[in-house]
């Protein structure tokens, strides 16, 4: 069989001030900040400038329905809309996530025809309480495949405070998916060296930075302890994974009496633990050296297609398996992701 | 035996260069001696440990690190001293032992304000000059970086003029740890102009852990040990060299060569096709990025190797060759410290066809270097290729 699932998607409000309506009165007046209100904004918009219109880009789930499903193919859509970044209300922006999930369900979720969009979690990982309320509030619902949490984050996603999210994520069998969640709020500068003076420099860098939480949180034992864990890093970056994680695996080696916990080579902890979604900035630019490239680490195993829509950089299935033999485009355009979200079990048994 | 007394002694042999070491790292044998070199106003001021024993904190320990300082244990010299102190020890171990034909010395320190940096680095270079690079220098083995500010770029142009045509001073030396400021950034014009006027390369090399404001603030967070902690800092070189490119400095200054010390190579091509693609895209945001930004590190930019990762050999190889990047790497052994790269067990882990440009040929055309040396007492001459 062959099907296409697309495991990014950010689906987004007709209009900044939607969000709203899904607010208490006791916050419908804060300032929150507008979707593409972010420091590091792409000159001349964050998305497809074909897609602006009346609304923003990816906001019409029957325009959407129609771009993924109908012209490029696609069976399955996780949809992970953005937030606003972390902003210095931290109770605040928890109720922006609920308002989020609330907006998802009402609008995109339940009256949903094609039966094919599947939604995300969106909570704050600043506010552990929070985060740990939004998920058991929204984790049975049958849509609801998925928590999501901001790439950025003042502290690695490693860190114990964090465990009891972690814990009740995988808890309901909910993959964690980490994603830049471009915002004007309260992060460090977004690459190592400070901020980046260009656009471009932004962009090329800033989905690196899931190695730190990666790195954390096999370090620090997160894996180890909770088998059922996982962590989808949905802007791609797997490009570096294979050289860092050769590093991670060597130093382990030289400290690990220091992590008596982690009782195997870090890297052992990627099949079970962790998936990456494809981008348009990873891979070789030659695409003869694509599929031997994948086979570092393992790759195949870990990428699921994901387009970015309505993304500038949105990436069709094609583009995203370019160069790949037949037994890896099936693994990165569904079974992956077929296997960790369960989507298609319903369809993959009637069609193998 | 002084070493007037073994010059006479010893009729040099000229011997092939067929492995040159770009990161070793000198101390002095005691903190007075280096004291000895600084301006009088400043000797009591530069080593604030206060009533500290040792003077070095680690954020980040290495293993056993209270013994062993992050140094090799096997590497202190027999007289005394912590390892790399002893120039006539470093050269048995690391000269006659391992087959080094030249190596790069590179001092670590760092300090806090723009002055006392300024002052502490060329307290450094005086010393080197004194100790490393004058009479115990007869073989003309060693070379040596020039410590400079990050900070006060101006400053550390005035150090660079100070001792360009010096006849060891290889390569310019700076923290990479900036304070936030991006490589790139015009702030380290007035450095990059004078290192590429006096044809120096820039080399970067992690510096000290202390104090705190001088490890970078990773974007989201810090991790907590020195595993994830150092297999993570490669992003920092990353984050620079995208800086190099993006923001223009190859272009303002054609001349400049950069060094990665210490920070990996293997992320080299995955990172260059990465700002390639971007680049493709996105070219109206970098009307000033003239030429594909791959293009820019080949000409630029050199790595070194140490430490390579631990991987099967025959991967590793073909990872290597298929990054093709046998122009840019260059070999490092990191001697005296913990994590040490020997030449004969690194070299295996080359292409064939990449080794000997790796080894010798890419640091001898920086560099600079001359085809052949001196040999040691005790040091047998080797076929040129020998080590290849």
Redesign the interface.
Known sequence: MSMIIDANVQPHFRYNAEIRHYLSSAHKLRAIPDVEQQWYQAPRGDYRQDLYGDGYPGSDPETVARHLFDDGGVDYAILNPLTRGNIADYLLNSRICAAVNDWLVDRWLEPDATGRFRGTIRINPEDVKGSLAEIERLADHPKMVQVGVPLQSREPYGKPVFEPIWEAAAGHGLPVAVHVNGGNGVDYAPTFAGHAYTYPGYAAFMPLNSFVHLATLIIEGMFGRHPDLRFVFADGGYDLLTPLMWRLDTFWMSMRDQTPWVDRYPSEYLPNHVRYCTSALDGPTDASQAERWMDFTEKADLLMYGSSYPHWSTATPDAAVAGLNSGQREKVLWRNASDLYGVAAEVEGSLT | MTTTERRQEHIAQDIAVTIVDTDVHPLPVSGDVLKSYAPAAWKDKLWPIGNAVSSTSHFYD??DSYKTMSLRVDASPPGGGAAGSDPDFAGKQLLIDAGVSIAVLEPMCDAQLPEAEHVLKATYNDWLADVWLGDNNWHGRWRGAISVTAQDPAQAAREIERWAGHPYMAEVLMT?Q????????PHFDPLYEAAARNGLPVATHLMGQTPFELI?????????????F???W???Y???L??LV??GAFDRHPELRVVFVEG?F??A???M???????E??K???PHVRRKPSDYVREHVRFTTQ?L???NVA?YR??IE?MDLGDSIMFSTDYPHW?YDAPDWAIRRFPADQRERIMRGNATALYGLPSTVKALPGERPVAGDAAV
């Open positions: 290495t293993p990479p900036t304070r936030g400021i991006p490589f790139g950034s970078p603030i990773y974007p989201v967070g810090n991790p907590s040990h020195w595993h994830d150092f297999a993570s490669p992003l920092l990353v984050s620079h995208m800086s993006f923001d990996g293997t992320w091509m995955p990172v096709s990465r700002m390639d693609r971007i680049w895209q996105r109206a945001d970098l430490p990762e631990e991987v991967v073909e990872y298929m994590s």
